[in-house]
């Protein structure tokens, strides 16, 4: 796929090979800021949903209900975040990214805190379901914050750094479990869990509103300009029409190979491989890990070498990772060390966050980002059906051997979408 201004004619050229490799020393107070705020938004989203994951039992024994309950509960709070994600990609366009990010949180920390006073399943639900409200679109929102602020020759790090608090919100909530749960019991442990909404007096202060976003809004209102379209259909016009099904379908096909196998892999460890519930858990803790290490990497391969070549890496090193691990792996110990690469290799959301942002102009960024990230969720909602369908018909190693097929095409797919390293954001049109 070529890159000529004939092909997309509304993207600028690239810069030039002198670009100048920025390092974290080279940004100023509000870029740190803003990179801490934005990263802590999606650590709150993978602690969340892995918190209530690890305290499910506790919760189903207090509430008295079984599986099949927490399971509705945990599926409407997809489907909210699914909506919450689109919602807040188009008021981000609207409001500005900051006071988005803002009522985000507090939307979040309240409905999480107050699952302290939760009694029965119907409460369970509201509740979760105004989580996945305030969650869903944290991915989306923190991209277009950190592209937007920090420097071109280092975002590709800071989109990794960003990125990578979904490992470190997972260790969070295992580190809440394992200590404070103990302590004060899964009521409580929610209640403190509310802390993310005292981060919002520090954004208010200490975190700016995108300059872009305000240059953007303030060019938009000068007289004589023609009225611009709205966000959500203006993706979808003939200017952007292609760039959007392309992008939403490589994140379909990342989604799948993701959510699918990750689902899974602990069912599969225990019922294919003899591995016990500690063990499986272990597991946990070394992906976390590795994906943190795989970020970092990623970030740094972003801005040295583009945007699509560290995502085609990523996606394939990830499908031959998982057929390894089907195929070659029978002592644990190598299991371990697998996992480790299977986490590593997931760097590939951080190409992502880069890509989106870096191909959608200012006034619909955010929207494009919301959209494309949860329709895919949406989307992926059928999955774990599909996978646990064909393990009962054809075997686990067959059924976990279709995300290897999603990742190896979504690594293909990305060179269908132009190279946007180093682009300069203010001048896409």
């Known amino acids: 796929m070529s890159d000529s201004p004939s092909t997309f004619p509304h993207l600028p050229a690239l810069p030039h090979k002198k670009e100048a490799k920025a390092t974290w020393s080279d940004l100023n107070s509000e870029s740190r800021y803003t990179l801490i705020a934005a990263m802590g938004g999606w650590m709150f989203d993978s602690f969340d949903i892995m918190l209530i994951s690890l305290l499910a039992a506790?919760?189903?024994k207090s509430l008295g209900f079984g599986p099949g309950e927490l399971a509705l509960a945990l599926s409407?709070?997809?489907g909210a975040s699914a909506l919450g994600g689109i919602l807040t990609g188009i008021l981000a366009d609207y409001i500005g990214r900051k006071k988005t990010l803002m009522v985000n949180m507090l939307i979040y920390a309240l409905s999480t805190g107050a699952v302290f006073f939760a009694g029965s399943l119907g409460t369970l639900l509201v509740l979760r379901f105004f989580t996945?409200?305030?969650?869903?679109g944290e991915w989306a929102l923190s991209m277009?914050?950190?592209s937007e602020k920090i420097?071109?020759?280092f975002r590709g790090r800071a989109v990794a750094l960003g990125n990578a608090g979904w490992p470190l919100g997972t260790l969070l909530a295992a580190l809440f479990t394992y200590f404070l749960f103990p302590l004060v019991g899964w009521r409580t442990t929610f209640a403190i869990a509310a802390f993310p909404a005292l981060m919002v007096l520090w954004i208010r202060h200490y975190v700016p509103e995108s300059q872009l976003w305000l240059d953007a809004k303030k060019s938009s209102t000068r007289p004589g300009r023609p009225r611009e379209k709205v966000p959500l259909l203006e993706i979808f016009s003939k200017t952007y029409l292609r760039k959007t099904l392309l992008v939403f379908l490589a994140i379909l096909c990342t989604m799948f190979a993701y959510w699918m196998f990750w689902t899974w892999l602990p069912t599969y460890l225990v019922r294919t491989r003899g591995f016990t519930l500690a063990q499986s858990s272990l597991w946990m803790i070394i992906t976390q890990i590795g994906a943190f290490a795989g970020y970092m990497v990623n970030g740094w391969i972003q801005d040295r070498l583009g945007r699509r070549l560290s995502m085609s890496l990523f996606s394939i090193g990830e499908a031959a990772?998982?057929?390894?691990?089907?195929?070659?792996?029978?002592?644990?110990a190598y299991i371990?060390?697998?996992?480790f690469l299977l986490g590593f290799f997931t760097g590939y959301w951080a190409s992502y966050g880069s890509i989106v942002t870096e191909t959608f102009p200012t006034r619909i960024r955010a929207t494009a980002a919301g959209v494309?990230?949860?329709?895919?969720?949406?989307?992926?909602?059928?999955?774990p059906f599909i996978i646990s369908s064909v393990a009962v018909a054809a075997g686990w190693n067959l059924a976990l051997t279709l995300p290897a097929f999603a990742a190896l095409l979504a690594g293909l797919l990305i060179w269908t979408l132009p190279e946007t390293k180093g682009r300069d954001l203010s001048v896409i049109q």
């Open 132 to 136: 996945g409200l305030g969650l869903g």
């Open 76 to 78: 409407v709070q997809l």
């Open 336 to 339: 371990y060390a697998v996992v």
């Open 58 to 60: 506790p919760i189903m």
């Open 151 to 153: 420097p071109a020759g």
């Open 144 to 146: 277009t914050l950190i």
């Open 321 to 332: 990772m998982i057929v390894i691990f089907l195929v070659l792996v029978t002592n644990s």
């Open 372 to 383: 494309t990230y949860n329709f895919s969720r949406a989307i992926n909602l059928v999955g």
